[in-house]
């Protein structure tokens, strides 16, 4: 079967405008995610319930700026999708907009993002690859 991506096109840059982190992920996260967080079945999980959104803020900080391949397991069921990486797309405050935007939506119990946190791990993962699936 073969995986699927969605995300930036290998050209893009870092785009500086002003975007709520709602905004962010209506025009970037929302054609695997969709509008609802619902996900793609057998392709991206949904938000809701998710252990990531309620675990570490800094997983979810690598898995946008590093990406992730599948498959990825969750209650059973296989999502055989990829997370494209973000860090070429989105600034530091882009990626806590967006992030605290999920974490809000789909998690509020959850920690919010600081943007220096997205930048202290931005430089910590320079050099790092796409991240493994995670089982």
């Given at each position: 079967?073969?995986?699927?991506?969605?995300?930036?096109?290998?050209?893009?840059?870092?785009?500086?405008?002003?975007l709520?982190g709602?905004d962010?992920?209506?025009?970037?996260?929302?054609?695997?995610?969709?509008?609802?967080?619902?996900?793609?079945?057998?392709?991206?999980?949904?938000f809701?319930?998710s252990?990531r959104?309620?675990g570490s803020?800094?997983?979810?900080i690598?898995?946008l700026?590093?990406?992730?391949?599948?498959p990825?397991?969750?209650?059973?069921?296989?999502?055989k999708?990829?997370?494209?990486s973000?860090?070429?797309d989105?600034?530091?405050?882009?990626?806590?907009?967006?992030?605290?935007y999920?974490?809000?939506?789909?998690?509020p119990?959850?920690?919010?993002?600081a943007a220096?946190?997205?930048a202290?791990?931005?430089?910590?993962?320079a050099?790092?690859?796409l991240?493994?699936?995670?089982?």
């Amino acid at each position: 079967m073969a995986l699927s991506a969605c995300g930036p096109a290998a050209d893009s840059t870092v785009d500086t405008t002003p975007l709520s982190g709602r905004d962010i992920y209506l025009t970037r996260c929302t054609a695997c995610h969709q509008v609802d967080g619902e996900g793609i079945p057998g392709n991206c999980p949904p938000f809701q319930g998710s252990p990531r959104l309620a675990g570490s803020s800094e997983e979810l900080i690598r898995l946008l700026l590093l990406g992730q391949r599948g498959p990825l397991e969750r209650d059973g069921k296989i999502y055989k999708g990829i997370m494209p990486s973000w860090r070429a797309d989105l600034s530091d405050e882009q990626t806590a907009d967006v992030l605290n935007y999920i974490l809000a939506t789909w998690s509020p119990q959850s920690p919010q993002v600081a943007a220096e946190d997205v930048a202290k791990l931005r430089a910590e993962t320079a050099n790092s690859k796409l991240l493994p699936s995670a089982q």
